[in-house]
């Protein structure tokens, strides 16, 4: 039996690779992210290893809001002057040296634009010295206030070199400094994980980078001679007390390190899903190749049946070959993964800023989910074509069978059963019923509507399979194709499955994203009142800001009646972080904003009273003249008297301090700023100015209201273009599924064909029928995916409702798309099998058994 089984097996080589390769597609997606995670991984440890090399232990100050990666940029406590002397007294410090490294430094380039950075930080820091690590290149160090260096990479991307001058910005607005030296690292990096570097004088680089004389962000120490890292730690944690922390430099590397293993993590489960996807699709494509293969088998197993063979023999058979394709498809998929994971990191690297990437690892993780994925999701897939094998009883070998149609009573009540259950567990988890499993609920919820919509498939195919082909019924060869996609339901509803589930996906992602920008540009268009707007894309963790000297000059412009400029950052406000703003013009929040009143006075301000919305009052039990302790960023905690309570709003922050507090904000410069204009003036006419005001900020720009719209919602135009593209795997596959099932239709149907030509259908009619057949399918998979993907992306945007996405907005003209890229898949798949159709040989396919 395992013989006659590896003879099959090898009889059928082209049908079951086809089939492989989407297991191939998926376990390449699974290897890849775990590869890709692993190289990344061990470059940051490196790095980190080399950023702390030589220094023994670093002392920090605990922060003063301590933040997530995703909640924002965590600001360094200052560590005082006064702590680097009594450092150095403790015994065993060899050497304390007090250093300023803080995000924030934004060189403007010689395009008169600041070099971006997407990811690394920008640092700015105190000059020291060189050391085994920093070397100066060209040059020489800063001596003078005005003068600074920078590491080659910043100097590349900017286009300067030792001579020129150059703007900075920092806390403070944009200042002009003389580049006087350009440094790199040992090893001949330009850079340390793509950190953008600019060094001042030590008192410029405390004044301008943490807003205060004689201050640091941390100490680095370097043991004596036969002193441990680990008891000096301990001894300078002893000597400061509490409020610092002290951590060895392996221990700082570690820690650092970790912060963006959390973070790629996060990326991991994000390629883990698309891997998901693909492999739901493989199965459809397994599934359909098996029952085909052991429906054209039917006398050939009933044969073995006939001279003993077992059922649980015939299982082994068809299980046997599931595992031979599993397994081909696994280490072929292992391989495209370990390639995969490898273009990703380079690319990473690349964007990253020049990340020194280490060796390509294949870590433990991505030979056991290989395996494990493609052997499981293969073997499951053919599981049900094995047991309908077994069924075949042994009279089959001495009739000629046909198989026929089985009644669609059971699967259909399958399919509504397994569709209810999704139906319910999306209503719970997007209704936010599921506790801390609401994003388990949500993708089971999905997991389980495909599945029943695909059961359900069946019912439906046959009499929108023949509306479909009603379409191209105007010739023989178009009656014959609409009649052969229809003839066997389930075969059509599980091909047709296969791209339903990508074209769903991406136009449920595609309704939610489109719901999201036309809420939300409604919504400003409803509530901000103000003709022009000042802002800038924010490229990493720090949003742009710009001179808060420009809102004066503004209202100086004739016909600028109001001018407001907003600043946020995140706060603990009482027991919990929360993202406060502040106004430099508090009266401006009802006539830009239509800030409502809802108890005390929302027009003024004074320098120790806030604003909050009427859901941060109502959560907190706040009333005016509640007082509510805060900590930002910088500086010391604060109490604050609750003066007035507005009405939440989406352009409302939570909370509303005066403009005073903003010196201690993460970012103390205005992020945005609304212009109000007079009737009758133009903004085309005030717009010019406002850019001449804006000259010294190049991250913002100023635009009316609707370009501000188009350019804040044109965020998510990205992100739905990354989504479709890791999508279209999905649909990459359906097209592998439908070119599988119509080349094992053609074989199934050899005499048919035969008999065909034999009574005069040409081969171009012959190879018509066979692209008919496909179109059908694969539009109807196509109709099929955009009802499902409207119908997930509706009862999303309705359980978001609350949280401003208000308007159902029905993507019409990607839809369109979409149905036509079904048609031209259908063309395509059919390219191959229509070929081999046009082909038979008349004679050899009457006699064909």
Do not use: C
Request: charged share 15%; aromatic share 4%; proline share 4%.
């Amino acid at each position: 039996m395992f013989r006659a089984t590896l003879k099959s097996l090898l009889a059928r080589k082209l049908r079951l690779i086809l089939s492989g390769l989407a297991v191939v597609l998926g376990v390449m997606f699974v290897s890849g992210a775990f590869v890709l995670t692993d190289t990344l991984g061990r470059s940051f440890d490196a790095v980190f290893a080399d950023a702390y090399e030589g220094v023994d232990v670093n002392v920090a100050a605990k922060p003063k809001v301590e933040l997530s990666e995703f909640e924002g940029e965590q600001v360094a406590a200052p560590v005082p002057a006064s702590a680097v002397e009594r450092v150095r007294g403790v015994p065993g410090v060899d050497e304390a040296t007090g250093i300023v490294a803080s995000d924030g430094a934004r060189l403007i380039g010689s395009n008169g634009k600041v070099v971006a950075s997407f990811g690394p930080p920008q640092l700015g820091e105190n000059w020291v010295g060189e050391s085994d690590l920093v070397q100066l290149r060209e040059g020489r160090e800063p001596r003078a206030d005005n003068e600074i260096v920078v590491n080659a990479a910043l100097a590349k991307a900017a286009r300067v070199s030792v001579g020129d001058r150059v703007g900075v910005l920092t806390l403070q607005p944009k200042q002009e400094f003389t580049l006087v030296g350009i440094f790199g690292y040992s090893g001949g990096r330009d850079s340390i994980g793509g950190v953008n570097e600019v060094m001042f004088t030590t008192p410029v680089s405390q004044q301008l980078m943490l807003g205060a004389p004689d201050v640091f962000t941390n100490i680095t120490i370097t043991a004596a001679d036969g002193v441990s890292a680990e008891k000096l730690r301990d001894d300078v944690a002893a000597a400061l007390g509490t409020g610092y922390e002290v951590k060895t430099g392996e221990q700082l590397s570690a820690d650092a390190s970790a912060g963006l293993k959390e973070g790629l993590s996060f990326f991991n489960r994000i390629l883990l899903g698309f891997a998901a996807v693909a492999l739901l699709v493989g199965t459809f494509l397994i599934l359909n190749t098996f029952s085909i293969i052991v429906a054209q088998r039917t006398r050939e197993l009933a044969l073995m049946r006939a001279i003993g063979a077992g059922r649980r023999q015939i299982i082994g058979s068809v299980v046997l070959e599931a595992v031979a394709v599993g397994l081909i498809a696994s280490v072929l998929g292992l391989a495209a993964g370990i390639g995969v994971g490898a273009l990703l990191a380079y690319l990473f690297g690349n964007l990253a800023g020049g990340l020194t990437l280490a060796g390509i690892g294949v870590p433990a993780a991505a030979v056991i989910g290989a395996f494990g994925v493609g052997l499981v999701i293969t073997v499951v897939a053919a599981l049900l074509p094995a047991l309908r094998a077994s069924r075949i009883p042994p009279i089959a070998a001495m009739q000629d069978v046909a198989t026929p149609d089985r009644p669609l009573t059971k699967v259909t009540v399958a399919g509504s059963a397994v569709t209810a259950i999704g139906a319910a567990l999306l209503f719970l988890g997007l209704g936010g019923h599921a506790g801390d499993n609401t994003l388990a609920t949500i993708l089971g919820g999905v997991l389980f509507a495909f599945i029943g919509v695909t059961l359900l498939t069946p019912l439906i195919s046959r009499p929108v399979v023949s509306l479909l082909g009603a379409l191209f019924s105007w010739s023989v060869p178009g009656k014959l194709g609409r009649l052969n996609s229809g003839r066997n339901p389930r075969r059509t509803a599980i091909t047709a499955a296969a791209l339903m589930v990508g074209i769903a996906l991406v136009t449920g992602v595609t309704v939610i994203l489109d719901s999201a920008k036309g809420s939300i540009g409604k919504l400003a268009q409803d509530t901000i009142n103000a003709e022009l707007v000042i802002a800038g894309a924010q490229s990493g963790p720090r949003p742009p800001s710009f001179d808060p000297s420009v809102l004066e000059k503004i209202k100086a412009i004739p016909g600028v009646t109001l001018v407001d400029g907003t600043y946020g950052d995140m706060a603990q406000v009482g027991s919990e972080r929360t993202w406060v703003g502040a106004s430099s013009d508090v009266a401006a929040l009802g006539p830009i904003f239509e800030a409502k009143a809802t108890a005390g006075d929302i027009s003024r301000l004074g320098p120790d009273q806030m604003l909050v919305s009427s859901d941060v009052a109502k959560s907190r039990n706040l009333t005016v003249g509640s007082t509510v302790p805060v900590q930002l960023a910088r500086g010391e905690p604060k109490t604050y008297t609750v003066s007035g309570i507005y009405e939440s709003a989406e352009f409302l922050d939570p909370v509303t301090l005066p403009v005073e507090a903003t010196r201690e904000f993460t970012v103390p410069q205005p992020i945005m700023g609304f212009i109000q204009l007079s009737p009758g003036t133009a903004s085309t006419d005030v717009l010019p100015q406002v850019e001449a005001l804006l000259a010294d900020s190049p991250e913002v720009s100023v635009a009316d209201r609707d370009a501000f719209i188009e350019q804040q919602t044109g965020q998510l135009d990205g992100l739905l273009t990354m989504i479709q593209i890791l999508l279209a795997l999905a649909i990459v596959i359906a097209v592998l599924g439908i070119v599988n099932t119509l080349a094992l239709s053609v074989l199934e149907r050899t005499r048919e064909l035969g008999l065909l030509r034999a009574i005069g259908l040409r081969r171009a009619q012959t190879m018509r029928m066979i692209t008919v057949e496909a179109v059908v399918i694969s539009v109807f998979g196509a109709l099929l995916g955009i009802a499902v993907g409207i119908g997930l992306g509706a009862a999303v945007v309705e359980a978001l409702r609350d949280e401003g996405i208000t308007d159902l907005v029905l993507p019409w003209a990607d839809m369109g798309v979409m149905l036509a890229l079904g048609a031209v898949v259908g063309v395509v798949a059919a390219v191959l099998p229509a070929i081999r159709a046009a082909r038979i040989d008349v004679l050899g396919a009457i006699a064909h058994d």
